[in-house]
């Protein structure tokens, strides 16, 4: 095993050099931000998820077995400080409003988008009005790299599932692509 | 279409296809199985999807990290830190002015920190008393704070130490003296009994008899010498009773306990 590898780093951080979580660290925190980021939008809220991953990967650095890719470990975690986060604020009361702040885009905004040819604007709108468990698997693939498998043994379903999941996805994207397209046309 | 195409087109979006694979979907395609506009927005849609940018963490959360990381190592190290830093949350817990103390804490636990790095074979009584010691500086900055609340809490924290030194006796007495709360200034009459057989607490709590202005705290005080055997107290009581006009049932009781102290 390549001594500089996510596996092997792993491996000496469970052993108690706990230094090469900073190596870790130093790989994945953008990655993760960034998986954070496109699924809640809220940068400081990001970057407190993206400390609980690491707070939670040294508090389970024993159960770490090196079975499977590491990222697919981290992603698993990541994941599950981002469903912890918000069943936490379901527990206590505060309403989740960032689904419905984001999801709205006035005429006003939508005409902005259209006449400057924003279309990437347009887009992000568009994926973020995407059931949360179809944006994850977008981004899972699209923008952290992970294969269909990986994201299957993360999402704990088989590959082909997330194949199909993946297909719609993008399916209901384009749709809602079109959408909004035709929407802002019509202004 | 199938679900077999719809895994093919996914396989095919995330660039896992071979030739043949590849192949295939064209054969879909001129077939009319697969719809070549549906396959083309998506294809097109997947490249855009790489056009929206994603924001940077600021440079904070590394710091956090590392900070994070570096605790980690001296609980790991020393095993005792954690034990500290359980003392220390639960301290926090019970505070209202967290901020003050927990400045404070910092600078304790660095102290702390800064000592343990060397000395890994430390036993478990140094330990106690450096918790002791950070007790003791917390509670004496405590007392100083504005909200009554605080000053309360700094004098039970008093209560749960197994000694005190000179400054925090002084601290309580001053306290005892000054302190604008009737309840604070009744609590610290409780703290200092604790330490009764010390020779200043007990000079202190006499000389306290002549600045006090409440009944509750004076009574409170009777009880103390009556408690503590200061004989020496009954001239100061009799004073009291001279000198004010106190209410009756306070020189009632006053008056008996000068008759138990004699």
């Not at chain 1, 505060?94 to 990437?120: A, F, G, M, S, Y």
């Not at chain 1, 997330?162 to 959408?179: G, S």
């Not at chain 2, 043949?20 to 294809?43: C, P, Q, Y």
């Not at chain 2, 020779?199 to 009777?222: D, F, M, N, T, Y």
Request: charged share 30%.
């Amino acid at each position: 095993m390549d001594s500089t590898s996510d596996k092997a780093l792993m491996m000496k951080v469970k052993n108690g050099d706990l230094d090469k979580l900073g190596l870790l660290f130093e790989r994945y925190n953008r990655p993760l931000f960034s998986f954070f980021y496109r699924m809640c939008k809220e940068a400081e809220l990001c970057e407190d998820l993206v400390q609980s991953v690491f707070e939670r990967i040294l508090k389970y650095r024993d159960t770490y077995t090196g079975d499977g890719k590491f990222t697919t470990w981290m992603f698993s975690i990541a994941r599950n400080a981002h469903i912890d986060h918000y069943r936490k604020q379901q527990r206590e009361g505060i309403p989740v409003e960032i689904d419905e702040e984001r999801l709205e885009l006035d005429d006003e905004e939508t005409k902005v988008v259209v006449n400057k040819q924003e279309k990437k604007e347009l887009l992000e709108v568009a994926l973020d009005r995407l059931d949360e468990d179809k944006r994850e698997i977008i981004i899972l693939s699209r923008y952290e790299g992970l294969k269909y498998k990986e994201i299957a043994d993360i999402l704990e379903t088989t590959e082909g599932a997330i194949k199909v999941k993946m297909f719609r996805a993008m399916k209901e994207l384009k749709d809602l692509v079109n959408t909004l397209n035709e929407e802002c046309s019509h202004e | 279409m199938n679900e077999q195409h719809q895994q093919l087109i996914a396989d095919y979006l995330a660039g896992n296809l071979d030739d043949t694979g590849k192949t295939k979907v064209e054969e879909l395609i001129a077939s009319g199985e697969i719809d070549f506009m549906e396959f083309r927005e998506l294809e097109k849609l997947h490249e855009d999807l790489g056009s929206i940018p994603a924001p940077s963490p600021s440079k904070e959360m590394s710091s956090n990290f590392y900070a994070m990381l570096e605790e980690e190592k001296q609980s790991v190290k020393n095993p005792w830190f954690q034990l500290l830093k359980d003392q220390v949350q639960q301290m926090i817990a019970e505070l209202t002015m967290p901020r003050l103390a927990y400045g404070l804490i910092l600078l304790i636990v660095g102290g702390f920190i800064g000592s343990q790095i060397n000395n890994n074979d430390s036993e478990i009584e140094q330990l106690s008393q450096q918790v002791q010691d950070m007790r003791e500086v917390m509670m004496v900055n405590m007392l100083e704070g504005a909200s009554a609340a605080d000053r309360l809490k700094a004098v039970t924290i008093s209560s749960e130490m197994t000694s005190v030194d000179s400054e925090a006796i002084h601290a309580l007495l001053f306290t005892l003296n000054n302190d604008p709360s009737i309840n604070v200034r009744v609590q610290s009459i409780e703290a200092l009994k604790r330490w009764g057989n010390n020779e200043r607490v007990r000079e202190g709590l006499v000389k306290a008899i002549a600045k006090q202005e409440s009944p509750i705290v004076i009574v409170e005080l009777a009880d103390a010498m009556l408690e503590l055997e200061l004989r020496n107290s009954a001239p100061e009581f009799r004073r009291l009773i001279e000198e004010r006009e106190l209410d009756f049932t306070v020189q009632q009781k006053l008056e008996s306990s000068i008759a138990a102290l004699m």
